[in-house]
């Protein structure tokens, strides 16, 4: 079935650090693809999506590109904040507009 | 942008009794939402998909008959917990979505901690 595959965290960076947390998916179809963040306490907030192969989503520095090759969909930033710590989770669309999610990904960003 | 209201925040109950959480959509027509269950530091386990006037469908594994949603109107879905007991306590989060294309992003609520004693 439909799934996502993101790297386990957590991962804690350095402020201005290059961040990549990688996510690979398995679907039937063309999904559309998704990064959602969630701060502490808080729900989740689209972060960027891309709906088809060769699609960069980008917003707030982050970026992903939909690679249908490698069914990959990796996130990245080139320096990293603080404000940036919380946890990010990938996913892809199925049939009837359900989201599939990765397990989530903890970043901590240390001053 | 598109808001998502969800009420309560924050919910301690007794093991036993029921709890109503409320999903609202509060500039925009939803036609379908969906409840999705959070687990400490795990993923979200979408519940069931919401819609209006009809039944909600669950997902496999979850129990109708103790998760009930209600999708009475385009801007507002209920989720009751029945008979609640601890293994219940977790972080639900209802989501909407904006737009009228299954592509179209969801917008998510802040959650409901919920807390079975």
Redesign the interface.
């Known amino acids: 079935g439909d799934s996502v595959t993101q790297m386990e965290g957590p991962v804690t960076l350095s402020e201005e650090a290059f961040l990549t947390i990688n996510c690979t998916y398995t679907a039937t179809g063309y999904p559309s693809l998704f990064w959602y963040v969630q701060y502490p306490g808080e729900g989740l907030q689209l972060l960027l999506k891309a709906t088809k192969a060769d699609d960069k989503g980008s917003n707030k520095g982050f970026e992903a590109t939909y690679r249908k090759e490698t069914t990959s969909f990796h996130l990245e930033k080139g320096s990293v904040q603080v404000s940036d710590s919380a946890v990010y989770f990938c996913a892809l669309s199925v049939v009837g507009g359900k989201l599939i999610f990765g397990q989530g990904t903890e970043l901590s960003v240390k001053p | 942008g598109a808001v998502?209201s969800?009420h309560p925040s924050r919910v301690i109950c007794k093991s036993g009794t029921s709890v109503k959480i409320e999903c609202r959509s509060l500039d925009f027509q939803a036609t379908?939402m969906?409840w999705y269950r959070q687990f400490p530091?795990?993923?979200?386990m979408?519940m069931a998909?919401s819609n209006e006037g009809s039944k909600a469908t669950y997902e496999q594994g979850v129990e109708k008959d103790k998760f009930l949603i209600n999708h009475a109107s385009l801007t507002l879905s209920t989720l009751t917990v029945t008979s609640a007991h601890p293994e219940d306590s977790s972080f639900y989060?209802c989501?909407a979505?904006a737009g009228g294309s299954?592509?179209?992003?969801?917008?998510?609520?802040?959650?409901t901690?919920l807390t079975v004693t």
């Open positions: 998502v969800q379908t969906f530091k795990k993923s979200l979408l998909t989060i989501s979505r299954q592509n179209s992003p969801l917008h998510f609520g802040n959650g901690r």
